[in-house]
Structures are given as structure tokens and as C-alpha cells.
């Protein structure tokens, strides 16, 4: 395994494979972050909840694994869920996954399990499963998963993922107690899918927000919930572009800030059959601060707390011409850039170039089409090697008031895209190269659109270790 192709600055396991964020809680002063994982390989198997938690959204001390699957129980598999604290006792959600005779008996479960050590050790309800799939009377809903809880009011509602005749459905349950849950409704049936994993809901004020994984690239629906508790929209958008090179099946907490965080898993699938990034799998995405804005969309930023992370600065004084376009100071594969345009003048495509090797031979274009409101991440060029994954990455974006404000991280393989905090994209590259990387801005980010550019090389983090 080659370890210039490790991310210096985001959450990842130390080996093997991760991939959902699950029960991120905010609880004691600490973020709590757990994950799918599979302790025995770089690939999907034997799933495991993964734990680590931090101060500061940066920093992670990676923790003991949280759950095992229990084995004299039938069960093969501890599947996504959420945690949730009751002011009594921190509790998890997941989804069971028997072995075939298990499953062919009662198919999944949703289970739970309670800690009394801050987090670190779990013990199994005795009378799990808290729900099957009986509550749902004689509908046959497959591929049930995923449970996400929180409390509204006196209550306690949950929300699960599956499908319903071929198209992807979210469930909604409530419970008084956390233990005994009735079915409610479809919270939500969207017929362009064929299975929503993950939906998580987010409240704020008296507006929701439905998040939900549909096998690709992740949702979201906004709007207020009828009293049969049906979701209803009126507003829709995409919480990221990538999909599975890139993005997918995203968790949140809420902090003692109020503030609404949102985590997502990076897979390393676009690293298609190229092997020299071998030995671990999937990366945690940087925490997002998320809110509804008013016309309903999400509005997503980069926590503040990254800012610890800024080394080396250069400004746009120190853009350097070369041929057609400009290169900024920053020479690193961990970089940070915030640029903003000013659309008027600018008619032809423009954008930035990230992971530039020095002969220009690989790079990734951050393209921005003014014209027709999109913007691309171009991975063509990315790598030399032909393996990995190289389909653009592309979505819309909202001009603010004719400008575009560009928030980019980039940490060796990973890149991060926040286009006027409400149109994200993220993408996996695979750049050969082993020495430091360059950035630049070509077409009219060059010459005239241009109206600030900042760039900072960012300081890699040791995560502390488990003790054992
Ligand atoms: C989403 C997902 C979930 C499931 C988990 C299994 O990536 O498929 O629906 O709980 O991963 O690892």
C-alpha cells in the first residue's frame, strides 16, 4: 500500500474497510462519530460498528469497536443506524442482519442497545428485535433499514429506509418509550428509485428536511409533515453530486450549539481496479454545518473548526502567469481554496485546476460552465493510470446576487466542492503523482472574473489511538 494516496486530514480508519457514518451524536462534550466497518479486510463484509470521537470536529482519537455482531445470535451483520440520548441513557438503533436462517425466518431487525461507560462498551437489549417487520400489517416492505431517531414533542419518531413495489419508501414509527414503536405512514415513496437507504430527518423551526441515499447520488426533499405524518414537500435538491465516487449515505447530530452537522461517506469505488491504494477503503467526508434556507434549499458549509488546519497562505497577489492561465502559490496535495467570481463578464467556461502535476499532464478541473449554470468536476486528466474511475462529477449552481464563491479542499484523493454553500460536489481521484501538487485557474478565472482568491496549504492530523 502506497501512502501518498492516504488523506492527511480527514477521519479514516488506520486500516480496512469504513463506510457509513452511524450514530454520530454530539454527548459529554465530544462528537461522537461510529461507522461501518470491517475489521478483517479492505472490502464490504462482516460489518462492525467502528467509533471514534473528538473535541473539535478535527482532531479524532480513535476508539475501541463499539459493536460487534452476535454471532450466537444469528446475527451476521450490525447495518446503519443512529444514537440518540434520552437524558437517562445513551442508546443506539441498527439493523440486524441475521445469517439465512434468521433471515429467511423474520428478514431484518432493528435492534438496540444501551451504553453505561460513556459510549465506549454496548449491551444488547435482551429483548430485541424492538421492531420487525409484523408492524407493518400486510405490507411487504424489503430491504427495511436504517433506522435514524429523534424526539419531537412528547414523542419519539423513527424513520426507516426499504422498498415498496419496486420503488424507494421511508417508513416513519413512534415510540413513548424508545422500546414499544407503532408504524405510522410513508413518510415518503419516491417512485424514481428503487430503495432509499439512510433517511435522516432534520428539523427546523416548522420546516423538515428528508435526506435519504437512493443507491447513488443522495437526496433531499423539504417542506412541512401532514398530521397522518406524510411529508410534504416543496422543495427538492441534491446534498451532493458524486454519488458513489464520492458521496454517499450521510448522518447527522446536532451539537450543543444547535448547530446541525452533517458527515458522509467517501467510497473508494472510482478507484475501479487500481490497486495501489490498497489496504483500507472509504473516507468520512468533512463535517458540514447545514440549515434550510428560506426558499427550502439546503445551505451547506465546511465547519469553521477546519480553519486549524490552514497552514501556508498565498492570496491572489501571488498568482504567477504561465501560457493561458495563472498558478497560485500553493503546492500541496492537502490544499484549501476559496475563490469568488463575478459572473457578469464572463461568458466562456473558466475553473480551477487541482492536483497538478508540474508538467500539467494530470489534474482536476473544477469546471464552471456561467453560461448554462453548471459546474463539473472534470476528472479526465486526473490520473495517469487508466484504472481508476473517470467521469465528470456535474450539477447546477445558484449565481448570489451574479457571484460564485467556490469553498475547495483537497486532500490527495478526496476533493470537496462547496459552490455558493448550496450545490456540493465530491469526487475520488487517484493522481499518480508522489511530489507536491500545484493549483491553477484557466479561462476567465484567469483574467477578468476573478475577484478574490485565497489559498492555504493544510497541516495533515494524527488521530490519537485507541488505548487498548
Ligand atoms: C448504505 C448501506 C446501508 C446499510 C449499510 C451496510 O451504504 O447499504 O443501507 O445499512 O450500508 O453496510
Redesign the pocket.
Known sequence: MQQHYRPTYHFMPERNWM??P?GTIFYEGHYHLFY?YNPYGDQ?GT?HWGHARSADLVHWEHLPIALYPSNELGEV?C???CAVYDGAEPRIF??S?GDGERNAATGAEQWTATSADGLLTWTKHPDNPVLTSDLHGGLDIR?W??PFVWRQGQEWLMVT?GAYEGKGCVTIYKSADLLRWTFLNFLHIDPEVA?C??PLVYRQDDRYALIY?P?GIVKYLTGTMSADYRLVPDAQGIVDHAGWDGY??PNLLIDDRNRCILFG?M?DAARGEFQDAAGWSGVQALPREMAITASGKLAMRPVPELRELRGRHSGQDELVREGGQRIAGAQSKAVELIAEFDLAGAAAPFGIGVLRSEDGREQTRIVVDPAAGGITIDRSESSLSPLPHKTPIAGGFEAENGRLKLHIFVDRTTVEVFANETACLSARVYPMLEQDAGVSLFGEAGRGALIGFDSWELNGVQFKQAAQ
Open positions: 463506510n457509513d452511524n461501518q464490504w460489518i451483520h447495518f446503519s443506524g441498527y439493523t442482519i430491504e433499514r436504517d429506509g430503495l437507504e439512510c441515499s443507491g454517499y449515505a461517506w467510497p
